[in-house]
């Protein structure tokens, strides 16, 4: 464990407060911490400490935090710094010649921590004017489809506004590929191997060789031959990769890479049966596309060695690779598996369900391109895994709306009050935006509408009806005028003409409002806030009716 932990805690909860706005984001220090030698199994043991010693630091005053910090300061280790809008450097870049991918399998839809890999590689290609390549690896007919590669483009090219120099399809080089294959066969590297998925399995784990092993060159050629002509069925015989059988890493004890599979391609159809394995497709769509850099994740730390013998074998160009580890997200389901199964279940809505960190279901949100950038900025290139949560893409997309979202006026639940002795205003001019000089007319008369909970925390009290006047809440009726005066008393929203809407919340719950009329002339996508409510997404208008999606305070 951590030495001075709790105090370390403390430092890093103080420092991140003091980034924020005296406001401490939870992933943060847990990010932190991983640098210290924090291990991801240790999390649970310790979030109770965490929880509590942030929400300690999110008490204090500003001043105190800053006094508090100088103490501990100290504590926080002396990592290497980089200017604030800078990426961290990554080795052997020849400005111009670079050239990076993005490579997802069309198999599921793009989750946040696909999001923040696509742009690793994006960013540098561009802060060194290389190139980015967008490669679908489209080579599992049992998975991938036609309706995951159109997400994908819109989640990349639309969502992310990634604009990569070249689209490619894995799919599209299978003769190539074939080729390869055959290569290695002719120099005795690949054979084709007879044993069922479970012996071929048991005998990998004790690192003993087949007897399809020493077959000869002639006859592994003639039995890939009959492969590729349909002799064989699903599951009867694949080719095999002559690795080491006793090496430590297993992934090197022969591995198949290529095996039958009787599932039409989404794109090719029953064209080809035979189809490579990602080990063996990877390195040599690499070299084709004359890759120089490779940032990636790294859960693929063992497979770099089988795949510089794959390039060896081949006699292509090996990369620069830089790896950094995983994001993890606190509180949400990325598992593919799972996210379909709450689907299935009904308990989720789709893969667009507001709880989710899908691509899909942040954009719906109202979560703008931006915030992915600044997010990866802030995250940088470590191998030590770092988490995130909402709370940390919230606070960077807070910062990037507030400045366009325009204001305006919503009440929940809301109780009709008829105001009493009221002056005769029948309209007024509000500014739409803080920093904008537009404004909007709201009509007044002597009856207004209220929120419930306002209502019953201001019951018998004076308050101020924002951008209007003070009144006094009577009763669930009536109110009466006060003044004009700038008061410190509580001020409220208000609506005086307005339409019910519909707000998708993060929890999946739908609730209704009552907003001023000037929300009709809003426009699906637009971000906006209602003011002491939170900020929101317009997703649907139909019949007059406006449906938003709740982004965050």
């Known amino acids: 464990m951590i030495e001075n932990l709790e105090k370390k805690i403390i430092a890093y909860s103080l420092k991140n407060a003091l980034e924020h706005e005296g406001k401490c984001l939870q992933g943060n220090v847990i990010n932190a911490l991983f640098h210290e030698g924090l291990k991801k199994e240790e999390i649970k043991d310790i979030s109770k400490l965490i929880n509590e010693k942030v929400n300690f630091v999110n008490s204090m005053r500003l001043d105190e935090q800053k006094k508090e910090f100088d103490q501990l300061k100290e504590l926080i280790s002396k990592r290497e710094t980089r200017g604030e809008n800078e990426l961290p450097k990554i080795p052997n870049v020849i400005p111009g010649k670079i050239v990076t991918r993005i490579p997802p399998e069309p198999s599921k839809y793009n989750h946040i921590g696909h999001?923040?890999?696509?742009?690793?590689?994006?960013?540098?290609a561009k802060e060194y004017n290389g190139k980015c390549i967008l490669r679908f690896e489209d080579t599992n007919p049992e998975k991938v489809s036609q309706e995951y590669v159109d997400a994908m483009k819109k989640d990349v090219l639309e969502y992310l506004d990634i604009k990569p120099d070249e689209i490619r399809y894995v799919s599209d080089d299978m003769e190539k590929l074939y080729s390869y294959a055959e290569q290695l066969i002719n120099t005795d590297n690949a054979y084709v191997c007879?044993?069922?998925?479970?012996?071929?399995?048991?005998?990998?784990?004790?690192?003993?060789?087949?007897?399809?092993r020493n077959q000869t060159k002639k006859e592994n050629m003639d039995y890939w031959k009959e492969m590729l002509n349909g002799k064989y069925k699903e599951g009867e015989v694949s080719l095999r990769l002559k690795g080491d059988m006793k090496s430590l890493n297993q992934v090197m004890r022969d591995p198949v890479i290529f095996r039958i599979v009787e599932t039409p391609h989404y794109k090719l159809g029953n064209r080809y049966k035979v189809w490579p394995m990602y080990d063996f497709y990877n390195p040599i769509e690499d070299g084709l596309c004359?890759?120089?850099?490779?940032?990636?994740?790294?859960?693929?730390?063992?497979?770099?060695?089988?795949?510089?013998?794959?390039?060896?074998?081949?006699?292509?160009?090996?990369?620069?690779?830089?790896?950094?580890?995983?994001?993890?997200?606190?509180?949400?389901?990325?598992?593919?598996r799972e996210i379909r199964e709450l689907i299935e279940s009904g308990k989720y809505i789709g893969w667009d369900d507001p709880r989710l960190v899908t691509l899909r279901a942040l954009r719906r949100r109202g979560?703008?391109?931006?915030?992915?950038?600044?997010?990866?900025?802030?995250?940088?290139?470590?191998?030590?895994?770092?988490?995130?949560?909402?709370?940390?893409?919230?606070?960077?997309?807070?910062?990037?709306?507030?400045q366009i979202a325009n204001r305006y006026s919503c009440v929940f639940n809301p109780i009709r009050l008829k105001i009493k002795n009221s002056p005769k205003i029948n309209e007024i001019k509000v500014k739409i935006h803080p920093l904008?000089?537009?404004?909007?007319?709201?009509?007044?008369?002597?009856?207004?509408?209220?929120?419930?909970?306002?209502?019953?925390?201001?019951?018998?009290?004076?308050?101020?009806?924002?951008?209007?006047?003070?009144?006094?809440?009577?009763?669930?009726?009536?109110?009466?005028?006060?003044?004009?005066n700038q008061k410190n008393i509580p001020k409220i929203n208000w609506v005086s003409e307005g339409i019910n809407v519909k707000i998708m919340m993060p929890n999946a719950e739908v609730i209704e409002g009552f907003?001023?009329?000037?929300?009709?002339?809003?426009?699906?996508?637009?971000?906006?806030?209602?003011?002491?409510?939170?900020?929101?997404?317009?997703?649907?208008?139909?019949d007059n009716k406006i449906v938003f999606w709740f982004s965050h305070k």
């Open 436 to 484: 904008k000089e537009e404004e909007r007319t709201i009509k007044v008369n002597n009856e207004i509408y209220i929120s419930k909970e306002d209502f019953d925390t201001s019951k018998g009290k004076e308050v101020r009806l924002m951008n209007l006047y003070n009144i006094r809440i009577i009763n669930e009726k009536e109110a009466e005028f006060m003044d004009d």
């Open 194 to 212: 007879f044993c069922e998925q479970e012996k071929l399995r048991e005998l990998r784990h004790k690192g003993k060789e087949c007897e399809h």
């Open 367 to 402: 979560i703008v391109k931006e915030t992915y950038y600044e997010l990866l900025k802030h995250i940088g290139i470590s191998k030590k895994s770092a988490t995130l949560d909402f709370n940390m893409i919230a606070s960077i997309n807070r910062k990037i709306i507030d």
């Open 290 to 336: 004359k890759v120089t850099h490779i940032l990636r994740s790294n859960e693929f730390e063992q497979r770099i060695e089988l795949q510089d013998r794959i390039k060896d074998l081949l006699n292509l160009p090996k990369q620069t690779i830089t790896q950094y580890g995983r994001f993890q997200v606190l509180d949400a389901v990325t598992q593919g």
């Open 115 to 124: 999001a923040i890999s696509f742009l690793f590689n994006y960013s540098y």
């Open 515 to 542: 907003a001023e009329k000037a929300v009709e002339k809003l426009k699906v996508n637009d971000l906006i806030q209602f003011e002491r409510f939170g900020f929101l997404r317009v997703d649907e208008i139909n």
